[in-house]
């Protein structure tokens, strides 16, 4: 009888510490509608400079043709910019002034401008700092955070066909505004990464390994329906063709490209990546085929329709 | 200080019982000592036990604490000499926070980590079992491509399967610590390893 009262005390015990320290499953995250669209299609807009065109002018054309930061930025709001920097080399990021410029403009629109990553091959802090991003979005008053220091929180992927749940950070939970900043590359596994592959940024090493060896396009868009970028200016300054997202080959753009859609502007980058590879006689990919973009387009983050996007082409001089 | 007869035959009597403990211990049979992974700079193995003095230094200083102290299974006489394992943290003397610096030759108060050109250090190879590799196994995959760090030691067939070169491999161990297959399908071995050499 005394080892039955014993048993029990030591399963409550148990019990009571399983409660305390089981990973607490919070709700998904809100995901606001596209703040930038006209006649309910998403628009897209594309500043189009010479070499010599102030990257900080390109982006801010390419945002003002869309409506201006102000649709979704105001006075208090948080907002997190997130580069795309899988290592510390400088080709495979998008270029600082990029970063810093749209940090300048959300600043300017009263936010409080937060340049958050989680790097995938390299120590996140030393990334960051030698692609130069740190510094200049220091410069521009934006405090920089690099996400693996911070303890993950576990969340809720309603709508997700291959994830149920996902880890991600608080300082991505918790903000009012999320802006990604890719650059635009090809891709050897998912053919191309730009804003929706950018999004594998905002999770902890352990979630990118799960996403890795369940099936990864189908994981990028279900992430990307609870974590989803309300702004994406894409930098395609210098577009890395041929192979990536590392040791591709550089070719010049000067073009800035940005919409409140991330499944539209890289339907439409990936057309611009794809022309560009068959005029330089590189095998190119098929748009049509990108997995993770029609997958994301299936479960309603954004159109791949290109009659149901306005693209507004902008040509700065 | 004065020691009785006693005493004296009594101590010299343990000393003699723990040496033919220790020297029947080393005759278990364990791997060769030059299959264990060194840290960058390492000097030749026969050097390299009698240099180390287990202090420990390169640990403390590592950034990515892809040193560990090495254990029983590596033989009882490498015990506490360091080794690098990439599953806990990749060398990233070749690109990452230890460029150009690397730390551990650096400290090394003895010289059995030697400070040689970046050029000069090839740790080890890269051991790949396709049959772990979820490339292989149809996913999207290829992690290791993407962090690999030296030009042409990991490329990529046009089915998008991962190739290994190991003559061009440096053993950083960056594509190791990335891949994300359990078990993983990358191990590093010592093989081909380019030791320092011991200025006497």
């Given at each position: 009888m005394e080892a039955l009262g014993g048993l029990a005390i030591v399963a409550g015990a148990a019990g009571v510490l399983w409660e305390m320290w089981r990973p607490k499953l919070n709700p998904a995250k809100p995901v606001r509608a596209n703040a930038y669209t006209q006649d309910g299609k998403s628009l897209v807009s594309i500043a189009e400079g010479k070499p010599d065109t102030d990257v900080e002018t390109m982006v801010r054309h390419a945002v003002d043709a869309l409506g201006g930061i102000g649709n979704i930025v105001s006075t208090g709001k948080t907002v997190v910019v997130k580069p795309a920097v899988l290592t510390s080399d400088p080709g495979c990021a998008p270029d600082p002034r990029v970063v810093a410029a749209v940090a300048k403009l959300a600043k300017e629109a009263g936010g409080t401008v937060i340049v958050a990553e989680s790097s995938g091959g390299g120590d996140t802090r030393y990334c960051l700092s030698q692609v130069g991003i740190a510094s200049a979005a220091e410069k521009v008053g934006a405090e920089v955070r690099a996400l693996p220091l911070e303890e993950g929180i576990l969340m809720e992927v309603p709508k997700g066909v291959s994830l149920r749940d996902v880890r991600t950070f608080p300082t991505i939970y918790n903000c009012d505004v999320l802006i990604s900043v890719p650059r635009l590359k090809r891709h050897t596994a998912t053919a191309v990464t730009m804003s929706l592959k950018n999004m594998?940024?905002?999770?902890p090493d352990y979630e990118k390994r799960r996403f890795h060896s369940t099936d990864l396009s189908q994981c990028i868009a279900d992430l990307n329906t609870v974590l989803k970028p309300d702004l994406t200016v894409l930098d395609a300054t210098f577009a890395m063709t041929r192979t990536g997202p590392t040791g591709g080959d550089m070719v010049e753009m000067d073009t800035i490209m940005a919409s409140g859609d991330p499944v539209a502007v890289d339907k439409v980058s990936a057309q611009r990546l794809q022309e560009l590879e068959q005029q330089l006689g590189i095998s190119s990919f098929n748009v049509a085929d990108v997995r993770h973009i029609n997958a994301a387009a299936a479960l309603g983050v954004g159109t791949s329709d290109l009659s149901q996007m306005v693209i507004v082409q902008e040509n700065l001089s | 200080m004065r020691i009785a007869r006693r005493e004296f035959l009594k101590l010299l009597a343990e000393g003699a019982a723990a040496l033919a403990v220790f020297k029947l211990v080393s005759l278990i049979p364990s791997p060769p000592r030059t299959e264990i992974v060194r840290p960058p700079g390492a000097v030749e193995e026969e050097y390299f036990d009698r240099l180390c003095v287990r202090c420990g230094t390169c640990l403390e200083v590592c950034p990515t604490n892809a040193i560990v102290l090495a254990d029983f299974s590596d033989g009882i006489e490498a015990v506490s000499t360091p080794k690098i394992e990439p599953t806990v943290g990749p060398c990233e003397f070749f690109r990452g926070r230890c460029e150009d610096i690397m730390r551990c030759s650096r400290f090394c108060p003895t010289g059995a980590l030697q400070l040689v050109e970046r050029e000069e250090v090839k740790i080890g190879t890269v051991e790949f079992s396709s049959d772990r590799c979820l490339a292989y196994m149809?996913?999207?995959?290829v992690v290791c491509n993407e962090v690999c760090p030296v030009h042409g030691a990991n490329t990529i067939t046009s089915d998008l399967k991962p190739v290994f070169h190991g003559e061009k491999c440096v053993g950083c161990g960056i594509c190791v610590h990335s891949c994300p297959a359990q078990p993983k399908a990358l191990t590093l071995r010592s093989k081909g390893a380019k030791r320092a050499r011991w200025l006497r």
């Open positions: 594998m940024g905002v999770v | 149809g996913k999207e995959c």
